[in-house]
């Protein structure tokens, strides 16, 4: 095993198409490779590279794809970058000669691209906006009918509000859901592009169809088996080893004989299929065409639209740069994050998490919970929570269950809002099944509303905008069932 194995399985996969994309080229050119490998032996061999990856530079240019039509940009750069890289490994000789000039060359072709249409630039993935975010969360919740549905909505819900990339969600685990010091929602997952670590907070929205909280306990509530994953249904990342070298093979060894690390195995069938199986980019995509034109949203949006328009969102709202630039773990220069880590504290977070919710920057939001209830109802209620996330609670694998504090704030949330999702569809999934658990642990629909009801009464909710007030005491007249015993 090499460092090289621990590549990325796309940066791995890039690579080789553009290799098999360049050694095509050369035989449309009439040229083989051992030709080319007896020039890299000349004394010209860096203008004869130069010369050879101009000449596939121009033929990426003028390239068209399966639909007819040119190459988009990000694809030319992209084949010739990893293709000028795939060259440069294999000649290693020529690189201080020929970096610079190759630089330049990729520059050129790429400001090329960007003009070729008319003098325009080369469309990149639309924002999505709150709106849009709404109509495909609202959509799947008036006409779902599996418990797919309600994960697929988890996931779009989630990518817009942590400013996500899709690959970020396949390391979304159930024990990194938090609730930390202020009562506050945390979330904490890696940017699998900048193996970044972060710790997000989330604040229920004001509407329910774009209440990430709702979300996730939907997503939870459905999940049909135990898993460590919060989003159990995408696709798992594979990373393969190709070589048959193991991390205990003497140093002695790899420095007498390198070239046993260089090779690079050809893949098995087994290891093709695996490698070939669609990813996460294209499951969030597929579930966008499903959604979206359905839903009444007219763009063509992709798996990268959610964290460009929650970003313009935030931006939009007067938010910090430096805020937006932190939760969305953006490349910075060093000066950029040396001011970072001065500046960079929870509360810039929370700021731009309650601007999200369409909530004030600086209003203090504690989250609803079950403490609001009187003891007895607690227990009703957590019971009935127990039937509806057992694939997420009580498990003898600690991997696979939530947080208590946590379930009992999702739970809050779902039952807050019952009677939307219930006007929204009364027959669907969710809704048969929260009922079928209210049932099962032997209470009835109307406790279920007169829970729901009660959370949303200005008794439950004043914890809410009182934070920084003196409790005043219970008014008498309140049903005393549904108050916290002193």
């Not at 020529?94 to 400001?111: D, I």
């Not at 396949?170 to 710790?199: A, C, D, M, P, Y």
């Not at 099944?433 to 209210?438: K, T």
Request: aromatic share 8%.
């Amino acid at each position: 095993m090499s460092l090289t194995d621990l590549a990325p399985t796309n940066t791995k996969r890039a690579r080789q198409s553009a290799s098999r994309s360049f050694k095509t080229f050369l035989e449309d050119e009439g040229v083989t490779w051992e030709y080319l490998e007896v020039c890299m032996k000349r004394d010209n061999a860096a203008t004869v590279l130069e010369a050879v990856v101009d000449k596939f530079g121009m033929h990426l240019a003028f390239k068209k794809g399966r639909n007819g039509q040119l190459l988009a940009r990000h694809s030319v750069m992209q084949y010739y970058r990893q293709a000028k890289n795939w060259l440069l490994e294999q000649f290693p000789q020529l690189r201080p000669a020929t970096e610079k000039n190759l630089l330049k060359k990729g520059q050129v072709l790429e400001r090329y691209c960007m003009k070729r249409e008319s003098g325009t630039f080369v469309n990149k993935a639309p924002a999505c906006t709150k709106e849009a975010l709404k109509k495909m969360l609202t959509y799947p919740y008036s006409t779902a009918s599996t418990a797919s549905d309600y994960q697929d909505t988890a996931i779009l819900c989630l990518l817009w509000f942590l400013f996500g990339r899709a690959s970020d969600l396949t390391l979304l685990r159930k024990e990194n859901l938090s609730i930390g010091s202020g009562n506050i929602f945390f979330v904490r997952f890696i940017r699998v592009k900048t193996s970044e670590e972060q710790g997000l907070s989330l604040f229920p929205d004001e509407d329910f169809a774009t209440c990430p909280l709702l979300a996730i306990a939907l997503a939870l509530a459905t999940q049909s088996a135990p898993s460590a994953s919060l989003l159990s249904q995408l696709p798992e990342q594979h990373n393969v080893s190709r070589t048959a070298l193991t991390p205990t093979a003497p140093l002695i060894d790899l420095m007498d004989h390198p070239d046993i690390v260089a090779p690079v195995q050809e893949p098995s069938e087994r290891e093709k299929s695996t490698e070939d199986a669609p990813g996460i980019h294209s499951y969030v995509n597929r579930v966008l065409g499903r959604v979206a034109t359905k839903a009444g949203v007219l763009e063509r949006l992709t798996s990268h639209s959610f964290r460009r328009g929650g970003a313009q969102h935030a931006n939009g709202a007067g938010m910090c740069v430096q805020w937006i630039f932190d939760r969305g773990a953006w490349n910075m220069t060093s000066t950029n994050k040396a001011f970072a880590y001065v500046f960079n504290t929870p509360a810039e977070d929370h700021k731009v998490a309650r601007v999200l919710s369409n909530r004030d920057p600086e209003e203090a939001v504690t989250l609803l919970g079950l403490d609001s209830f009187d003891s007895v109802t607690q227990v009703n209620i957590r019971s009935v929570a127990s039937a509806l996330f057992m694939s997420s609670y009580g498990l003898a694998t600690r991997q696979y269950n939530v947080n208590a504090h946590v379930l009992d704030t999702l739970m809050t949330y779902l039952l807050r809002h019952y009677p939307a999702l219930k006007s929204l569809a009364a027959d669907s999934f969710v809704i048969h099944r929260l009922e079928a658990c209210v049932v099962e642990r032997g209470f009835s629909v109307n406790d279920l509303l007169a829970w729901s009801s009660y959370l949303a009464s200005d008794i439950a909710r004043k914890p809410e905008n009182t934070t920084r007030k003196t409790q005043q005491p219970t008014s008498r007249s309140t049903p005393c069932f549904f108050i916290k015993q002193p």
